[in-house]
């Protein structure tokens, strides 16, 4: 039964699974740790994959293999295939005034001064408002403040790009590499992240990198869902077909074998909450990212700020551990007796409000607990979810059914209150690397010519009676507390441009 290869190379640690094609029954896994910061050389990504492919039992009987990684990043090399600077991460917000230039700038070129004209523009070109984390942003950042590097720079490419690049054997000058880049490949969904790509036309808008870059440098050849990208050739010993690879995002979603009328939702540090979906978003106040997914749809996306984070804030206050967190939210009636947590700790992006915080309300005497406040910790980071996928469903997205992901999801309090509060089935799959398990399902496809439907024997679906009262009661709560949560487009952008690239994920 031949074997392939998941990598997903984010910010933190690579990892690495190999599985075997047809069951994705495992057979491997490694990791290696990434050095952190905001600014990282490729080669370091190089060095954390081949240690991490070793941990793993190494790659030589394997037959294909994809490379899933973290969006946005820019990648500079020259004409010899050497990386011109450090590559700038998503999390980087140096370009921060660089985005608001080119939204600005576009809203002129339209014969109109306003935001909202630039905007508009974006967002139908490429489907998504520049903010610092858009490779593009970074690319005008790189041409305002190191005009020499950004001349020397012979081709852009992303994170994941540069991994596939090596893999089949490429690399700089200097090393005794092939620099061969016309051989750079990317995939639709990384390439729906950079901002001078768009997801409906599926081209690269040279005028875009005129703009950003001032020049139009060499770019990754776009593969299909199924279309290879060469073979490995770093070692003597390998030889596997190199799958198109993708955005994190939309790794995850093959991951978990999303499809069409499927809904993401992850409770990490923040939340996330995107679609697969059949038709292109095009969203002018920012909130959704129209970005593409790894199979040929569209991958709209919306983010919040406030998710796991708070359940451990509201543990440590109630001097309990997470799992007794649990346990006091599920003694506790639906709708917490009427305490209602708005979750904005730290401020929100969904809807746009960078300096809010949180707040309690309906505190009495007779529903001041501690279960009924777990219980209020875990509906009010759901209901705020709720807005995340209300901002997608404003865009037409269809939502038939949740896969509820990230640590958050392993609460069986977050998950029969998210059953109720989004009144739709949710899929709890088992805890795992998503992305990687989405980059080895994206190589067996390579291989087999089809996605294969990889059995969970872990997921569980979970239904609960629909609870709108309690959304309802969020809402009203929110609302009182800040008026302007329906922002008008043009408010929400000047709110934005203070925000930084996680905030804009």
């Not at 750079?184 to 969904?189: K, N």
């Not at 969203?283 to 406030?306: E, I, K, M, R």
Request: hydrophobic content about 45%; charged content about 15%.
């Amino acid at each position: 039964m031949p074997l392939v290869a998941g990598v997903d190379s984010p910010t933190p640690p690579c990892k690495v699974f190999c599985r075997e094609a047809d069951t994705g029954a495992v057979v491997g896994f490694g990791s290696a740790p990434h050095p952190s910061g905001t600014e990282v050389h490729p080669d370091a990504w190089w060095d954390a994959l081949q240690a991490a492919i070793a941990a793993a039992g190494g790659i030589d009987d394997v037959a294909a293999i994809s490379v899933g990684g973290q969006q946005h990043g820019m990648v500079c090399l020259d004409e010899d295939g050497e990386v011109v600077r450090p590559a700038l991460l998503w999390n980087d917000t140096r370009s921060a005034a660089a985005a608001a230039s080119l939204i600005k700038e576009a809203g002129a070129e339209a014969g109109d001064g306003e935001i909202l004209a630039g905007a508009q523009w974006w967002a139908e070109t490429t489907g998504t408002v520049p903010v610092a984390s858009i490779t593009a942003t970074k690319l005008r950042w790189l041409a305002e403040n190191e005009p020499e590097n950004a001349a020397r720079t012979a081709a852009v490419c992303l994170p994941h790009d540069w991994l596939s690049w090596r893999l089949a054997g490429h690399g700089p000058k200097s090393q005794g590499l092939e620099p061969a880049l016309e051989s750079l490949t990317t995939d639709r969904s990384d390439a729906s992240g950079t901002g001078y790509f768009s997801p409906v036309t599926n081209q690269y808008l040279p005028d875009v990198l005129e703009r950003t870059l001032g020049h139009i440098p060499v770019l990754p050849r776009v593969l299909g869902a199924l279309e290879a990208g060469g073979r490995t050739r770093f070692s003597s010993q390998t030889d596997a077909v190199i799958g198109p690879g993708a955005g994190d995002n939309a790794g995850a979603g093959l991951g978990v074998g999303a499809s069409l009328g499927d809904v993401v939702v992850s409770l990490g540090t923040s939340g996330t909450v995107f679609a697969v979906a059949a038709e292109p978003t095009s969203d002018a106040s920012g909130l959704v990212a129209g970005f593409a997914d790894a199979t040929g749809h569209y991958l709209p996306l919306a983010c919040t700020l406030n998710a796991s984070r708070v359940l451990d804030a509201t543990a440590s206050l109630l001097g309990v551990t997470l799992p007794e967190l649990t346990q006091l939210a599920l003694a506790a009636p639906v709708g917490a007796d009427g305490l209602t947590l708005v979750p904005y700790f730290e401020g929100e992006r969904t809807p746009n409000l960078p300096d809010a915080t949180g707040s309690l309300q309906g505190i009495s005497l007779g529903n001041f607990t501690p279960s009924n406040l777990a219980r209020a910790a875990v509906e009010g980071i759901v209901c705020s979810l709720a807005d995340g996928l209300a901002a997608l469903t404003a865009q037409g997205v269809t939502a038939d059914r949740i896969i509820l992901v990230g640590g958050g999801a392993r609460s069986e309090a977050v998950q029969l209150a998210a059953a109720g509060i989004f009144g739709l089935p949710v899929l709890v799959p088992e805890p795992g690397e998503y992305v990687a398990d989405g980059a080895a399902r994206q190589a067996a496809a390579v291989l087999l010519g089809r996605f294969p439907e990889w059995e969970d024997a872990g997921a569980t679906t979970v239904i609960a009676p629909s609870a709108p009262e309690v959304l309802a009661r969020y809402r009203a709560a929110a609302a009182a507390l800040y008026p302007t949560t329906a922002l008008s487009a043009k408010e929400v952008l000047s709110a934005k441009e203070v925000l930084s690239p996680k905030e804009a994920q």
